[in-house]
């Protein structure tokens, strides 16, 4: 089954807070254009944790990306929902 943008963004969400209760206090400011870095506060261990959950979430890879190419929230959200069956 498909997800749509605000449904693959709620979970990506929930995936955040579950890896780190610091995000529970960002989550309801986060949107689309939200950096990860500067706004959301992902190191590159995290992006990593994060990109494992995903994979195992969402049952897609990451294939052929870099960590440049996801700068916002948005970015993601974008990917998973490209790679959706």
Known sequence: ????REEISARLKEILIAADEKYRAKV??????SSLATDIGLTSVGMLYLVIVI???FSIRFEN?????????????????????
């Open 1 to 4: 089954m498909k997800l749509n």
């Open 28 to 33: 309801n400011d986060i949107d689309f254009n």
């Open 55 to 57: 994979e195992e979430s």
């Open 65 to 85: 990306v870099g960590m440049d190419d996801f700068k916002t929230f948005g970015d993601i959200v974008n990917y998973i929902e490209s790679k959706q069956k």
